[in-house]
């Protein structure tokens, strides 16, 4: 069986080049699923004719893989910012609105201006900003991609320190998702300042 071709994931920045636009957003979101931490997105701008094949999905490169690359991105990057969708943001809305807003906070920082949108999923906010929403994203984009590394490496070292407050629930493996350690940790300890209490924890307890 012939093994299925590489995903080109420039297909849709090298259109968008050849249509004028140049600069480019790729939009990524990583920590939707976890039950502690905030929600952090990020937002790559890269020259027109940028390729580094290298980059492509987070989650299917080493941890020391992503580090690397997200030195390189930034200093590849025409511009890049990282934000972070607050605890109070994800519990006075909804995680969907915070981690469409926090991608929102990367747009409105960048510099040049950005003329049109790449964002992984298949929502965004009301944008005056052309916009594609491309599911599966990180593996379609090479920006995406690369928006989606420079989140995740910010957000496990995030949550790694937040490890070292509180160890009982292993974040500086599971980065707060919901594994066993972090769910039998809930029920013996119950939840910290950190925890989304909108989510369902397994617990009523607050941790005094």
Same mark, same amino acid.
């Given at each position: 069986m012939?093994?299925s071709?590489k995903?080109? #994931?420039?297909?849709?920045?090298? #259109?968008?080049?050849?249509?004028?636009?140049?600069?480019?957003v790729?939009?990524?979101?990583v @920590?939707r @699923?976890c039950?502690?931490?905030?929600v952090v997105?990020a @937002?790559?701008?890269?020259?027109? @004719?940028?390729?580094?094949?290298?980059? #492509?999905d987070?989650?299917?490169v080493?941890?020391?893989e992503?580090?690397?690359?997200?030195?390189k991105?930034?200093?590849? !990057?025409?511009f890049?910012?990282i934000?972070?969708?607050s605890i $109070?943001?994800?519990?006075?809305?909804?995680i969907l609105?915070?981690s469409? $807003?926090?991608?929102?906070?990367c747009?409105?920082e960048m510099?040049?201006?950005?003329?049109?949108?790449l964002v992984d999923?298949n929502r965004?906010?009301?944008?005056?900003?052309?916009?594609?929403c491309?599911? +599966?994203?990180?593996?379609?984009?090479?920006s995406?991609? !690369?928006?989606?590394?420079?989140a995740?490496v910010y957000?496990?070292?995030?949550?790694?320190?937040?490890?070292?407050?509180?160890?009982e629930?292993?974040?500086?493996?599971n980065?707060?998702?919901?594994?066993?350690i972090h769910?039998?940790a809930l +029920?013996?300890?119950?939840?910290?300042k950190?925890h989304?209490?909108t989510?369902?924890?397994?617990t009523q307890?607050?941790r005094?």
């Amino acid at each position: 069986m012939e093994k299925s071709a590489k995903p080109d #994931r420039l297909k849709f920045e090298r #259109r968008l080049w050849s249509e004028g636009y140049n600069h480019i957003v790729g939009l990524d979101e990583v @920590g939707r @699923g976890c039950l502690a931490g905030p929600v952090v997105a990020a @937002g790559v701008i890269f020259e027109p @004719g940028t390729d580094i094949p290298e980059i #492509r999905d987070s989650k299917v490169v080493t941890e020391q893989e992503r580090i690397l690359l997200s030195k390189k991105i930034k200093n590849k !990057a025409v511009f890049w910012s990282i934000k972070e969708g607050s605890i $109070q943001e994800i519990k006075e809305f909804n995680i969907l609105w915070a981690s469409l $807003q926090t991608m929102q906070k990367c747009v409105d920082e960048m510099h040049p201006n950005p003329e049109y949108l790449l964002v992984d999923g298949n929502r965004y906010i009301n944008s005056l900003i052309p916009y594609t929403c491309l599911v +599966k994203g990180d593996v379609r984009s090479m920006s995406i991609a !690369a928006a989606s590394i420079l989140a995740k490496v910010y957000r496990d070292e995030l949550m790694k320190e937040l490890h070292n407050e509180y160890p009982e629930y292993g974040w500086d493996t599971n980065v707060g998702y919901p594994t066993p350690i972090h769910k039998k940790a809930l +029920k013996e300890f119950g939840y910290t300042k950190y925890h989304r209490t909108t989510f369902n924890l397994g617990t009523q307890k607050k941790r005094s």
